[in-house]
Every structure is written in C-alpha cells, then in structure tokens.
C-alpha cells in the first residue's frame, strides 16, 4: 500500500478532476441537529437586566463646604487656577452670595435628573447641622435610598483615620466628622458623592467601617449576653454606592481651563462639559469654527440654528431639508461593526444610540433592522441589548400599525423571547398578543415571519393561564388549524407545538379545540415527512388527552380515538418522535390509572401462565419448556469505551436469563406473585435507568409479556367493551420498553413500571377475570384520578415491598458486579414474609389481597399492616413519572430562534475548517478511486498475500472494510471490534446494546465518503447507528429503530429455518435439497442460530435503506424522513437471504431461502413490483449481486456452490459457474470482477468472472502456520483488492493482491 496515499490530498489529480469529484453532491444521511446534539433546551437566562423593585432616590443632601475666599491649610493652589464651581465663579459676588447661587445651582443641575426628589442644602455646615440633616432624610426616605453630595473644596482634606471636614458655629475652626457616624445617621440604602481632594481615603474608611459593622452584628446575633447586643444594632451597609472624585493620593485637577468642581460637572453636566473637554484637545482643531465661545453661547441651540439656516433656500428654491446626520452616522458604524467585526470582539458602542433611534421615524426601519441583525448573533447579544434597556422600546412599538416594520418586530420579538420567555406576561399585560395574532393570520406574510408568530405565540401560552386565556379569546386555535398544511415545515412545526401548550391543563381551549375537530386534524401531521412535525403533533396530541379535567363518555371517546391512532407511531423511524408518544401515552395511563392497573395486572398473570421458549436456547420444535442456561457472566469487554455507552448498559443487557423469572435457586418452580415479576432485577442495579433505580418489572419480564401477549387470548379474558383500547395500549408500551433506542425504552420502563407498582403494591384491583362486570358497561371516566405515578424505589424498599406481596424473600438476580467477573451474591437481609403467597385467582374468586382489605375501601387505599409505615413509603418509593413528563423537544425546538439564522453554516462556508476537512476527505476518495481502478484494471492473478492477522475478541459474524479509511469493523454476536488493517492495531471495540438472545447480521457503512457512521442491524429486526467510533472518542449511538417490526425471535428456533428443505424426500426433492445442503443448513443452524437474521443495502445517492429477512416484506426506509417509504411483499414463503439494489434503475434484487432470486422495481405498486423470478438454484441463496452500472448483471450463489449470471430482462441465466461445495459465505468485489467463497470446510477459494481459481487459502502464513478456521463471514474492500476473512476460530485476517501491483 502507500502509505502516504491516504495523507495526501493531492494524489496526483488534476483540477478538472478536483473540481468533478462526486462525492460533493451525495447526500449525508443522520446529520442534522436531532442526530448531533443532546435533545434538550438551553439553559434559562438569569433575568439581570429587569430591575426588580426599581429603588428611587427621594432625599438629596447637599452638603458644601467651600468657606469662598479662604483656602484650607494643606492644599497649595496654582495660580491661576480652577475656580468655577457648579459653572458660577465664586469669586464674581459676596462669598455669602456665592455660596448661595452655587448651592441653588447644584440643585438644578441634580433636579435635572431626578426632579421628584427632596432637596436639603447645608452649607458650610457644622457637625450637628449634618446630623440634623441625615437623620432627618433618612427618617422621611424610610427604605428608599437618599443621596449625600459632599464637597469640601473649602476644607482641609479627609484623614487617615477617616474623617471629613466641617465647621464650627463662628467658622473660625475646621471640625472634624467621622464617617462612622455618618454611616449611622444616613443608614442604608444611600448614594455617597465625595468631590474633594483624596477621596480614595473616604473609600478605603467606609469600607473598613463596614465590615466592622457586619461584624458586631454577627457577634449580636451569635452571643445575645455580649455587651454589643445589649447596644442599639448598627445599621448594615451592604446597600451603598460611593463615587469619589480621586485616589487617596490624587488631588484635584486645578486647570483653569476647567471647573474647579470637575467630577460634579461629570456627574451632572455631562454633555457641557464633554464639550469643553473635547475643544481642549488637539483634534478639536481639525473641525473649523468650533470653539469654546461657540459652544459657550450655543451648546444645543446649535443644532436649532443649523435646521433654520436652512429655511430661507428651502423657501425660496425649493429644497430638501437636510436632516443631521449625527444619528445615521451612528448606525453606519454600528453597521461596520456588524459587518466587518469578528466573532470575538467588545460590545458596540453605539447600541445604546440604536435604541434612542427607534424614537425617530426617519431612522426607524434601519435601526430595527440592524437591532435585528445584532440580535441574530446569539444569546449574549439578547442578554446585551437587554441590559441596555431595549424591552420598554420593542414593546411600545407594537402598537404601530406599520407594516413594514411586521417582520422586524417579529423578528426581533421572537430572538428575545428565545432567550428570555419571561416576557410572556408583559407582552400579555400590554395586549402585544394581539400584534402576533394578526400577523399569524395574515396570509400575505411570507411563512418564516409566521413561524416567528406563532413561535412567540407558543411562548405566551406556555405553562401561563392568563396567556392561554388571552390568546384563546384571539382565535388562536382557528388561526393555527388553518396552517397546519402550510408548505413550511417548521411552521407547521410550531403550530403544533402553539396548539399542544394553549390546551395544555386548559380544558376550556382543549373543548374548543373538540369543536373544531383539531385532534382530527393534527392526523394528519403524524405522517409529515419531517420528524420533529411528527414530534409536535404527537406532543399536541399528548397535552390534549393528557388534560386533568374531568372525563365524560364523549370526552373519553376522543381520548381512546386519538390513543389508537397515536398508537400507529410505535414503529416510527425516530427516536424523538417514539419519545414523545411514551410521554403522549403517559398522559393517557396518568388518567385512566385504575383501568390500566386491571390491565397490567392481567398481562402479569398471563406471562406466570404461559411458558414461552427462551429465545437464547435451542429447543425442538412445539416444546415450550424453556432449558436453564449455564452459569456463565457476561464477558468483559476490555474497551474503555464500554461504560460510556448509554445503550450498553442497560438493564435488560445485565439482568440474568429470562430463565430466573420461572425457576427458583434450587430449579424447583416458584409460586407466583407480583414480587417475583422482579426477581431476576430486584438485587441488582438496573445501570439503564436514570437515577440507578430499581424496576419492579424486569426487562425480561417485559418482553416475556410483549411476546406472550401476541399469541395469547388476552382480549377475550379481559373483555372489550372498555378494556380493549387499554389493553392495546398497553402493548404498545410494552414495545416501546423493548426499543432500541435507550432513552425511548427508558421512558417506556418507567411508565409501565409505575403502573406495575401501584397495581400490585398499593393497590386493590377490580375483579379481572369476572366476565360478569368487565363485559357490561363500564364506567368511562375513571375511578381514581392519579396526578402522581410512583414507582419501587431503592433495593431495600424494593425487597421490603416484594417480599410483603409474595410472602418469599426476593430472588437473587445477577448485578452489576458482573461486569467485573465477580460472583454476584445473594442479599443478606430476609424480611420475614407479611402476608401468605399470592395465590391467582380465576373466574368470580376474590380479587388478590381481599383477606387484607375491607370491601368498603377505596380502590388504591393500603392494607391495613401498611398503616403504620407511611412515612416509611413516601421515603422508599419515590416518584416514577408526573403529569409533567417531558421530552424537552420544545424546549430544544426553541433553540432555534435563539441561534444566529443569518449567519453563513460552516459547511458553505469556504474557509472554515469544517469545509476545509471536507474537501481533505473528498481529494482522499478521488485518490483512493483512482489508485485502486489503476492495480484493478492491471488485472489481478492472486489473491493470497495475508497482509493482517488477529484474534478478534468474538468470533466474527459480518465484517465491513470502510471504503476510504485503513479500518474495517468486525462484529461478532453482540459487539463491534475496529481494526487499523495497516497497522495491525485493535483501535475499538464497543457493545452493539442488542438483547442477550439476539445477534448481529448485517453491517453497512453510512457516509462513507464524508463522516462515516456505521449501521448494525439485529435478527430481531433493530437497526442501530453508531459515531466516534475508531477514534480516540467515545462511540455514540445516533439513533436506533425497528426496521422491522414482525421479526419476533420466538419465531426462529433452531431446526425451523430449512425445516423445508429437510422434513421429507418429496420436499427435498421439490426444493432441490442435497444431502450437502442439508448439512450446511444445520451448520448455518448452530454458528447462526437459524433463519436469515436481517439483510440490509444501502443506497447513499437516495439515502434510501432496504431490509428484509425472516419476514415477507422487502421493507425500505428513507432516512432524510426517518419513515418507512414503501413495503414490497416478497411474494415467497421463505426468508430473503440477501439484498442488493440499483440506484439509477430503481431495482431491488433479493435472494431467498428457497433458492430463489427475485427482482423488483420500487417505482411499481406493490402488487406489480415484482418484474422477475429465477428458480434455477436449488437452495439456500448466499449471496445475491446486482452491478451498478446501466445494464449491470445480477450474480447470485446458492450454498451448493453454483454461481448463476442474470440479465435483468432475460428469464433464464447468461452463464453458470461451479464453486465449492459447502459454501458458507461470499462476496463479489464490485470493481475487479472477483468473487470470494468460504467452505465450512475450512478454506477459501477466490474466483475471476470466468470460473477460475486465482487463489485457495487453506492455512494462515507463518512458520508452522495452522489450518484456518470454518469461515464464518468474508468481505471484499470496496476499492481496494483485499479481501477480509472470519473464521470460528476467532481469528481475523486480510488477504490482498501480490505486492508488486500495490
């Protein structure tokens, strides 16, 4: 190989061919955001930008200390030197006169800022005039804040140990005034101003004095005999802000230039002296004519005098005004700032100019727009914008009638509400709702601007009765049901979700919602091509039968209608979408809980009746008495990735054999009880639930009802008159805990236990069996309304509560501790049983538990030994689910309007690092391609040289090369092992998360050519797809799905899969059945375990999925909509052995277990697809091939060994050629006319497309190298000429062509 092929992104192309590389227009399937990130919402928005309590400033203390005329001892001032203060130079008039006006001025200048408030001038005072004043304003502020002004530009500067000056009555002294007692008589809260010389030291002292008030408060509060608690309690500071003029070093500034009192000029003159300052500087210079005497004279009257210079060319010629341009200069940098920015870069300064802008007409529609534009950035753009004051600006403007503004305010709207619901009551109080409405209403807004609408609408009425109340006298249920059909996928999306929260525990909008028929009309959406509208439908559906209001018999109608129809999404292709029908049919079970108690308690005695094969043991056919397994613990994966797979580690992959749940530790029978429906999980930790709680209803015991039910005469034992919607919910809850997909199962678990434990644990049931009451009218509301469902909680509550039920100290399950190869141990502690065994009862007997109950209690009422220990429960069993079961999809739907939608997606953009990667993989495909064709058309004249070896942790059952990557994946029964073939490194291996008795089948690689994931499909018809694996990260499961759903492994017991073609000499004969294909049938049995599994193809250039096997459907799957598109009945009684498909002639070509090979064109109605039919093999059909070119052939291998060539249009085969007997496994390399076979007669025998042998392989290279193995699996690289082998033996190895063609 070269090495440096799979590195270089070059590889020798030219730019003809760099530009015409495929591999751009494939579609990439399971990467959109549902598959790449955690389904859940953000984080809430800490509302810091509301001003909670807004606190007023009402008391301002003036407090000046100037003694004009007479400068303080210690501050040597310049000559000349700042003299105006408050703008008035004191030395103009009389001191006293001074003194006055520039107190009077102070006053203006603060009242321009806060005009309600009380005004105390004190000036040049003395001690007791401060505290006559402090006291007395903070006595009339109450709890407001009050403001001290203190200047002392008269006085000497403050001390060290913090005190300020003031004056005695004759101002002959400066009298000192400690800010300790300032403290006290001002109190809390206050605002401090220091204008004066070293103020920093006034700082430094406050906060000294603070802290040792706190301090004496603390020594109060902890010992009341201390002599400080004896004293009136200091006042705290906590509440203070102090502005101070300079650092403790620093003096004032004395230019003459300025204002002697500078920082109060700042503080309340801003602009002027801004202004002043500005003409001070340099650049001041570069502007002509601006002055000092210009702007003495002027200041703001210069911008009336430059609109009336305008008058006289606007009268006499006529014209345009010419607005200032201050304001559109403003948003232009803000623009620039928007456009030109980078990501990580300081706030624009000119956002809050922005929002003074929204006042204007002129600039309005600009400014919102750009408002927008900077809201679109992110969460921390909203949270800015916020902060600064925004919200009273949008809000006021939704009572414009513009509607050129429509799609901004939505826009913007929708971005705050994104990220800050709590808005919701403020747009409500201000009638903004109506706003909304109208737009949603509108026809002639464009669909992006009414998903906005109706997204903000969805907020409104979230979780907020006045909301609902609101927008339902809006007509909002009308106006959503109009658009249910709209074209835009995520507007239907959000009109789901819109309905599902108005009704949500609002049964007024859910009767009007009846009224206008939109449970019926959401129907429709539950077959929407796009899953998150599936979703939502399913969720509105959910919060509509999930209402809490009281049921009457049209009412409970409605609930069963939608419950069955949302019962057809069981086998729905996304997770999220199952997720949200476990939490939909929650709802359901939360309000008929008595009726789904009756029924579980009869799915239980049902699974203690039937006895039902374990699927894990090989039994004759019709015997149902199950064969105990061996006492073996699961093998330890040694992979650091193990543990960090959610799929493999849940309970029902730890849990003991379904065996446990039928024999005792003795193998002796074990009386039934509730208790024991547990057993095999009891002791041991359920690692699949999410707080590691204990399940009363085992994995194994789920399934062992989920399998019993569909042959078992369920319905005609419990009635149909208002059980049977009951009972079929209930088995679809069943299903959906045996998902797949770990969280959907998880969600299932918890449901169905809930009601496991209340009908067995806390409850006394309704008679089940008497057909006298179940078969007459029931009643159609329930007996017993439960808000809350439980369930068992930790080992020892659950121990405690099995062992009072079943009278039988709890059967010890495998725990945990098997994963460390440790022998799990049976618990310790026997609680001594409580009650006599449960004996089932049948026919008109007495319900279970009625020697412990009274007739007259109520149906979930407890016993009466139960009494005493209620405290007891409430601790031991915690809650299960609530009427508050969520998935969190909204919430992470919502996450959309609150991430940048303007923003150019990283894979579009050319130079980001996502696209760089892209176009680095997509030169590595071309060069692959192209080296490989190169050595493929040199032709190829053995097939030999062994290029990798290992043992693989499990013996391989499929392996799959990646086509552009060194890695090829090998599973085995139950897991997946990666391996760097060129290197000889094991770089993963992980568990695939199937049940105990299952295997894996097929494999394909998705993505291959971009970012590759892989699929693994199970005989009981799962699919599961996996990413990061092979890497240094963790392997994830994306999604996972039952692809098909009528494989149930009871059906495939060992000796049924050729019973056909073994039962007697006429059917041999009729099939064609040697004695060698008898033998590789058995073969194929036990390395199998019988039948077909599931068989997968996979077609990228449509991203559609074709399955099939042990059923009679060719099933195909599209997975941009994540639905099943199409079933083609395969029109056989056997099993379909093996796929193969033609994109660009949409055939569908299936081999079957009867020696068949069928052909199909999908574009056909099911009854007519199937365009031809080959009978010319007389067995098993290894391997069935269609070449993907236009008139490509269809190759296809029987187990005896016969290789037969079709054309698509001709009846009979083109050629016929003879391999070896015994064949067990093939593959055909679809670029070098090669075919692989591998013998169960341990070798392998390669093959060109004219029948010869190019290579036999019989014994592994080496010194003393061993006979290989019976092959169990083999694949071809799809490029490359290497060939990967898996024998029984463990081992893996890699054969390639002669070293001198690579």
């Not at 230019?255 to 202004?275: E, G, H, Q, Y």
């Not at 430059?306 to 006529?318: A, D, F, R, V």
């Not at 049924?1056 to 049938?1081: I, M, P, Q, W, Y």
């Not at 007997?1221 to 390669?1246: E, Y």
Request: glycine share 6%; aromatic share 8%.
């Amino acid at each position: 190989m070269d090495a440096e092929l799979l590195h270089s992104p070059v590889v020798g192309l030219t730019e003809e061919e760099e530009a015409d590389m495929s591999d751009w227009n494939l579609p990439l399937a399971f990467m959109k955001k549902r598959h790449l990130e955690k389904i859940e919402g953000s984080r809430a928005l800490a509302q810091s930008w509301r001003m909670k309590d807004r606190m007023k400033t009402v008391s301002v203390a003036l407090v000046l200390c100037l003694n004009v005329g007479v400068d303080p001892p210690d501050v040597v001032k310049t000559s000349p030197c700042a003299r105006l203060e408050c703008w008035i130079d004191p030395l103009s008039m009389s001191p006293q006169k001074a003194l006055e006006t520039i107190g009077a001025n102070l006053q203006k200048q603060y009242e321009n800022w806060q005009p309600r408030a009380r005004y105390k001038q004190s000036l040049d005072p003395t001690v007791d005039e401060v505290k006559k004043l402090c006291t007395s304003l903070r006595r009339n502020a109450k709890e407001e804040r009050v403001l001290f002004h203190y200047n002392g530009h008269g006085v000497p500067r403050p001390t060290v140990n913090g005190e300020i000056w003031v004056f005695n009555k004759n101002y002959t002294q400066y009298i000192p005034l400690s800010i300790y007692d300032l403290q006290t008589w001002m109190g809390s809260p206050s605002i401090f101003v220091y204008d004066c010389s070293n103020a920093g030291i006034i700082v430094k002292s406050f906060k000294q004095f603070a802290l040792q008030r706190e301090q004496e408060l603390e020594v109060a509060a902890i010992n009341p005999n201390h002599p400080l608690a004896q004293m009136p309690l200091p006042p705290s500071m906590k509440n203070c802000i102090q502005l101070a003029a300079c650092e403790a070093s620093e003096l004032l500034p004395m230019n003459p230039d300025l204002p002697a009192d500078l920082f109060t000029s700042c503080l309340t003159t801003p602009i002027k002296i801004a202004l002043r300052w500005f003409c001070m500087q340099k650049s001041a210079k570069l502007v002509p004519g601006v002055t000092l005497d210009l702007i003495e004279k002027q200041a703001w009257d210069l911008a009336v005098d430059i609109c009336l210079s305008q008058l006289p060319t606007i009268i006499e010629e006529g014209t345009a005004f010419r607005h200032s341009p201050f304001f559109a200069e403003q948003l232009t940098a803000f623009q620039v700032w928007l456009t030109m920015g980078v990501e990580n870069r300081n706030p624009p300064e000119q956002l809050p100019i922005v929002l003074q802008v929204l006042l204007s007409q002129v600039h309005r529609l600009r400014a919102l727009d750009l408002l927008g534009r900077f809201l679109d950035l992110g969460p921390w753009a909203v949270s800015l914008a916020l902060s600064v004051g925004i919200f009273p600006y949008v809000l006021k403007l939704l009572q414009s009638s513009a509607r050129e503004l429509r799609p901004l305010l939505v826009f913007i709207w929708a971005k705050i509400l994104a990220v800050d619901s709590s808005c919701q009551a403020d747009l409500v109080k201000d009638n903004g709702h109506k706003y909304f409405l109208s737009v949603l209403a509108d026809p002639y807004m464009p669909a992006e601007h009414r998903t906005m609408a109706v997204f903000i609408l969805a907020v409104i009425v979230n979780n907020y009765n006045t909301g609902q109340e609101a927008c339902l006298q809006g007509n909002l249920i009308s106006i959503c049901l109009e658009q249910l059909s709209d074209p835009h996928p995520l507007l239907r999306q959000w009109v789901a979700i819109c309905l599902g929260r108005i009704w949500q525990n609002f049964d007024s909008a859910r009767w009007c919602g009846v009224r206008d028929s939109a449970h019926e009309k959401l129907y429709s959406l539950l077959s929407d091509p796009i899953p998150e509208v599936r979703c939502a439908a399913v969720f509105a559906l959910g919060t509509f039968v999930g209402n809490s209001a009281e049921r009457t018999d049209h009412s409970t109608t409605i609930d069963h209608n939608v419950a069955m129809m949302l019962a057809q999404l069981i086998n729905d292709g996304s997770p999220v979408v199952r997720k949200e029908l476990v939490v939909a049919l929650s709802h359901l079970v939360v309000q008929y809980e008595s009726n789904f108690c009756t029924v579980a308690l009869q799915f239980m005695e049902e699974e203690k009746n039937y006895a039902v094969p374990s699927p894990g043991n090989t039994t004759e056919p019709g015997n149902l008495t199950p064969v105990r397994d061996g006492p073996t613990l699961p093998r330890l994966r040694p992979v650091n990735s193990y543990t960090n797979i959610r799929a493999a580690t849940t309970a029902r992959n730890l849990n003991k054999s379904l065996q446990n749940l039928n024999l005792n530790e003795e193998g002796g029978p074990v009386t039934f009880s509730p208790g024991n429906l547990s057993a095999s999980s009891s002791a041991s930790s359920t690692l699949g639930s999410p707080d590691n709680d204990e399940y009363l209803l085992s994995f194994e015991t789920i399934d062992k009802m989920r399998r019993v039910s569909s042959y078992s005469s369920l319905n005609s034992l419990i009635g149909v008159s208002f059980n049977s919607v009951y009972t079929q919910i209930w088995r679809v809850l069943l299903h959906l805990a045996a998902d797949p997909f770990p969280e959907v199962s998880d969600l299932a678990m918890k449901v169905l236990n809930s009601i496991a434990y209340k009908a067995t644990m806390n409850t006394r049931p309704q008679k089940i069996l008497d057909s006298g009451s179940l078969t007459q009218s029931a009643p159609a509301s329930p007996t017993s309304k439960g808000t809350l469902i439980h369930q068992a909680g930790a080992s020892h509550g659950a121990n405690r509560c099995l062992s009072r039920c079943s009278g039988s100290p709890p059967i010890p399950g495998v725990s945990s501790s098997s994963l460390t190869n440790e022998v799990p141990k049976p618990p310790t502690r026997e609680a001594p049983p409580s009650r006599p065994p449960y004996t089932p009862t049948l026919g008109n007997q007495a319900p279970p538990h009625s020697h412990q109950f009274s007739r007259t209690r109520k149906m979930f009422d407890k016993g009466p030994d139960q009494m005493a220990e209620d405290g007891d429960e409430a601790t031991a069993h915690r809650n299960f689910i609530s009427v508050a079961l969520q998935t969190g999809l909204c919430d992470w739907s919502a996450k959309y309007f609150a991430q940048p939608v303007m923003k150019i997606p990283e894979e579009h953009d050319l130079e980001s690092q996502v696209r760089k990667e892209r176009e680095w993989r997509f030169l590595r495909n071309a060069g692959v391609r192209r080296h490989s064709q190169r050595i493929t058309q040199r032709g190829i004249a053995r097939l030999d040289d062994q290029i990798f070896i290992n043992r693989n942790p499990g013996v391989p059952s499929v392996v799959k090369f990646h086509p552009f990557n060194p890695c090829i994946a090998v599973a085995d029964k139950d897991s997946i092992c990666f391996w760097d073939w060129e290197k000889g490194e094991r770089l993963d291996y992980f568990y695939n998360g199937n049940p105990r008795y299952t295997r894996i089948t097929a494999m394909e690689y998705l993505n291959g050519h971009d970012c590759s994931l892989l699929l693994t499909a199970t005989d009981d018809g799962a699919l599961r797809i996996w990413k990061n694996f092979a890497d240094q990260r963790n392997p994830e499961m994306v999604t996972a799905w039952q692809g098909l759903s009528d494989m149930l492994p009871t059906t495939r017991v060992a000796g049924k899969a050729f019973r056909n073609c073994s039962t007697s000499r006429d059917s041999r004969e009729n099939h064609g059945c040697s004695g060698l294909a008898r033998r590789v049938s058995i073969y194929l049995d036990r390395s199998k375990q019988g039948g077909a599994g599931m068989v997968v193809d996979w077609e990228q250039e449509t991203g559609l999925l074709m399955t099939s096997g042990d059923v009679r459907v060719i099933r195909i799957w599209d997975t941009e909509r994540e639905m099943k598109v199409q079933d083609i009945p395969t029109g056989a009684d056997s099993c379909v052995t093996s796929l193969s498909c033609d994109p660009q002639r949409s055939l569908v070509v299936a081999g079957l277990g009867d020696g068949s090979v069928r052909v199909y064109d999908r574009r056909m109605a099911p009854n007519e697809c199937r365009v031809m039919t080959y009978r010319e093999h007389g067995a098993w059909v290894v391997k069935a091939h269609v070449q993907r070119e236009t008139n490509g052939e269809i190759v296809s291998v029987s187990v005896n060994g016969d290789v037969r060539f079709f054309e698509a249009r001709t009846p009979d085969s083109v050629n016929v050629l003879q391999t070896v007997k015994g064949l067990t496994a093939l593959d055909i390399h679809p670029q070098a006319n090669l075919f692989a076979c591998g013998s169960m007669n341990q070798f392998i025998a390669v093959y060109n497309s004219n029948g010869d042998v190019i290579s036999n392989i019989k014994y592994y290279d080496g010194f003393m190298g061993q006979r290989i193995g019976a092959i169990s699996c083999l694949a071809f690289h799809p490029y490359w000429p290497h060939l990967a082998v898996g024998s029984n033996d463990y081992y893996m190895s890699i054969y390639s062509a002669e070293k001198r063609l690579r």
